[in-house]
């Protein structure tokens, strides 16, 4: 792997998916249910996706690649393009500026490159393992602060059928109202940006992907942060085929302010 070509790579990746998204924005857009209500696709996706893997591909030893749209394809590489070409669908489906393109570059099962991209306000968050992380060139730091009612967390949450699943979301919620200065949600890669800069304290979400919360995991520890589980224990990504398939919890906050927001979401 050349590291200046891959990082030129991720940058024209996430460039040409997002110029693609403002090309579709406001246009005709017929959303299609996939696993849930709270689930859907777009043409827009597709042709993100289709930009994206352009790019990613023009190597001559091509890594593998997961994306949320299109799946596990095994190039037998040691190295793993992670993929989500349009994260906050319904958002943009809605006509909201809420969503943006998240690409992360594993070596085996960890995350060592990645970067997500805001079309809407041409926000360019990088990236890299050791390096730290940017956004627009410019380094980034999670917030220092270490108290819990000075920041405003983001709490996202979809439709489940699980039983109970939704009334112990409502109950994180509640908990968390009370100690925190407020609750925000996109529902989408912001709520991650946001943390990674500081702008708000932390990000929690019980129903994710490994596309959505790869970069993320790399890119808040970069900057300071930290990031695990909800129940505090370290995330670690399973990059085999039933990868599109697995659920993950994520709690990413200033490193202040991790502990204190364990205890106030304890699970049983």
Known sequence: MNPEETRKILHEALIKGGDLLLDHLGGTTRAT?????????TEADLASERAILEVLGDTPRPFNV???ETGYMNNHSEYTWVVDPLDGTSNFAARLPWFGVIIALFREETPILGGMYLPVDQYLYLT?????????????RATASKELAANLVAYSFDFSDTPGKTES???????????????????????FCYTADGRLGAALNQTTKIWDIAVP???????????????????????????????????????????PLLEIIKVD
């Open 33 to 41: 249910i996939k696993e849930s209500i709270s689930s859907v696709v």
């Open 66 to 68: 997961i994306t949320e």
């Open 128 to 140: 890299e393992a050791g390096k730290g992380a940017t956004l627009n060139g410019k380094p980034i």
């Open 169 to 191: 979301e409502m109950k994180i919620l509640k908990s968390l109202s009370k100690k925190v200065r407020n609750i925000r949600s996109t529902n989408s890669l912001i709520d």
């Open 217 to 259: 995991w790399l890119m808040i520890r970069e900057a300071g942060g930290m990031v695990t589980d909800i129940g505090g224990n370290e995330i670690r990504f399973d990059l085999s085929e039933e990868a599109v398939n697995l659920n993950y919890t994520i709690l990413a906050s200033g490193a202040g302010l991790h502990e």
